[in-house]
């Protein structure tokens, strides 16, 4: 006789939702994908372009989308076509220089983008402080933010309040360290239901395990009554999965298999770990990562 196993999961209450440009984040009442009741809302999938300087990309996007890197506004229609639920623009100056020229490129971009819009800073402190704001005032519309850090979270709160957008909060990999930024923005007047958070994450291997866990802890807490910590997760999971020598290097033996295969999977991988572990925007670099995971969650 077959014997089967149920198991049964109560927690106290949901993930919290957001609605952002009629989309659904989050509202998870579990981990699991349950077909009788549906308890964990889906991930939504934001396809990240540099756009500022499209040739730092990875080679995989470069395959894809090269032909377009000199007209930016090609590049970005063509990047919607992909199945991204939300368009990421990765502003990656150099230095506080070209501040300006961003916001100027974003100006002549805003017409184009139809689908809900991300916006990205360098993930340089000392730059986003200055470069996130900016590009804020010059949005119409809401948008995600990312992101806010330890270091920069006093110049970007108040203006991400002001235009009313979604604030993505990065910590690095510590569940304290994230409470109390939740806390000091949520101080400044930042709703709790306007926060993405983000736990930062390494690429393969350990790092890849350890964020993994920090992410099941957050949810975790988050269902059993942590009002802190019940929001929607985000994962960049590209961005540490493609600086790997795995997913960056053509220099290694044959037993690595196909390079360009083997870098797609690497970031198609990570991201439907990080899905497992609970999150609910997934971040890619390649559209047919999102082809793929869509496949996957059904």
Known sequence: MKETCTCSFE???????????????GGDKSFFFLKENGNKSKPVFVLELNIFKPEKSSHIVKDVYSQFFDNKIEFVKQAQNSDCDILGLKFNIENIGQVNEACLLLKDLLPHIRKPLMIRGVNISDLDKILIPELMKTLDRE??????NEYT???????AIKGNHILVIRTPIDVN??????????????????ILIDTDMGGLGYGLEYGYSIMERVKI??????????????????EESLKTKEASS????GSFGDFKT???MIEVVTASSVISAGVNVVVLNHPESIHILKGLVG
């Open 11 to 25: 927690f106290k209450q949901n993930i919290r939702e957001i609605n952002f440009s009629g989309l659904k984040i």
């Open 143 to 148: 948008c995600i933010i990312a992101f806010a």
């Open 153 to 159: 979270y006093k110049e970007i709160t108040p203006l």
């Open 177 to 194: 360290k994230l409470k109390e930024m939740n806390l000091l923005t949520s101080k400044m007047g930042l709703d709790l239901n306007k």
């Open 221 to 238: 807490a988050g269902f059993n009554g942590n009002e802190i910590l019940n929001m929607p997760m985000i994962a960049f999971s590209s």
């Open 250 to 253: 053509e220099n290694l033996n």
């Open 262 to 264: 083997r870098t797609k």
